[in-house]
Structures are given as C-alpha cells and as structure tokens.
C-alpha cells in the first residue's frame, strides 16, 4: 500500500511502513551474542522508543540536461523534499541514475544533503575504470568508454562500480551499464583518481540525518569527447525513529550491561519480566 503527498519538487511514496515489534521478539533468544552485538543494541533501542516504525520513501526526479563536456562546472540539479514526519532519521539511502551518451570514464558524481549544521556526501562516479595518470595507457587512463548507466547504487552492492569491468556486467541495447552497484567512494580529485585510492564517502554518510530539506546531485564530465545527459534520478531513502533522550540512556545502561557481566544478568532479567509481561 502507498501513501502518496505531493512535495515543492518531485513527488513522495510513503510505502511499507513497517511494524518491527515481533521481530524483536524473536531475536530475544540471541540478544548477547558478540556478532549481533549491533544490531541488538539498535533492536533495543527502537523498541525503547514506543510504536516501532520504519518508512521508506521513493522519489523519481526528471532533469533531461546535458553534462557540460570536459567542463568542471558541471550539472548541479537540488531538490527540496519535505512531508516526512518529524523524528524519523536516515538509516539508508539508495541512488537511481539513469544517464545517456558519453564516456563513462569521463563522469564525476556526488551526492550532497544538509541536515541542521551536519552534512552528508557521498561520492557516486569517479572516472569509472580509470587506473592510471599516464596518458600513454590509454583506457587506463581515460576510464571505461561504456555510454551511459541505468544504475542503482547502494553501499549494500556486491561489487564496486569503479570496476564494474572486472567482473561480469550487462548493458542494455543503448550500450547504458545496468544493475545494482556499490558507489564509487573515491572521494578524490576526478582528474587524478585512481582505482587504488581510498574509498570512504559511501552512502552512510547521510545516515542519522532529518531526510526532509535540500538535496543535490552534481555531475561533471572530466575529459573531452562525446556529451553525456542526465535523464532522471531517484533517491530511495528508508528511515527509523529517531531515539528519544529516555531511549538513550537506556541503550547506555544495555551497553554496560553487555561488557559488564554483573550488570548483564540483571538487566537481561529485567528485560526476560518485561518482555513476558508485554508479549500479547
Ligand atoms: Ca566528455
């Protein structure tokens, strides 16, 4: 079921709103196991927090401009979202591009949103397959000469679009890459970035923030020849309750409690009453 509202820009899809209450239920039995160690102090967390609700909003922008070709300047196309109820936070963000002609190796991408004075950034396209700063190299150099993308990219990809050649790809009749990628990441200059350098502005960068307010994609092609356009784009954003000031503390007291094992067993008892006074 959809729950559809109309927003300054763009239009929002409230789907799946999702009730996690019996699952944290179910994953009482392993609630101090080391590897679910997270994930459990986050159950708790949710849960302390009253009704335990999730959102997850779509949102399909159309831009239908060209990239300015071997220009820095580039595109920039912002977007204003609101309606989604105060208190729910960022847990993940997915991208949609859907991008025509050029040069794949030439584009450089990123995506940017403010929430109060802290800012997400994540670095989507960074001169796919580019590998080297010697011009003699050719592909190396100028990156993968593929035209255009139909893409998805989520942090929680298997493989690494800068390389998407290294393993096994599709495209489509109009020679765009498609499929699910993990971003680029590279938070690198575009005209020197190679596959080695560090990646570190994933998408988790906008985790924890207010979804509501601006946010801006920005693409530049990097290298002359052929000129690429930017026919859509899509954020995919899913959302928790953000924890309340009682819920924190709580989650403080669990957090002792798991590396303390005296406070451990009686917090672990405290939660067994609860939880077999509350379960309908
Ligand atoms: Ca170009």
Known sequence: MYKRANHMQGEIFEKNTVDNCGCLKSN???FFEPVQLRVAIITIGLVLCGSVKAGQYSLSFTNGNTIPDANP??????RAISGI??????????????ISGGYNGDLYAYLRHESGTNIGFSVLLNR???SSNNPGDGELYFGYPDTGFVVTLSDSASADIHVYRSGSYMTNEQGQLLGTWQPDARNVNPYVVVTSDLRSAYLDSFAGLDPNGEWTLFI????SGEIAMLQTWSLNILTVPEPSPIALVALGTV????????????VTTGLRTIFTNTKS
């Open 220 to 223: 530049a092609d990097c290298s």
């Open 28 to 30: 009482l039995a392993g």
């Open 128 to 130: 796919v397959g580019k």
């Open 73 to 78: 300047t580039g595109l920039t196309d912002t």
């Open 255 to 266: 957090g002792t409690a798991i590396w303390f094992p005296s406070v451990r067993r009686r």
């Open 85 to 98: 109820p105060a208190g729910e936070i960022i847990s993940r963000v997915e991208v949609g591009l859907d």
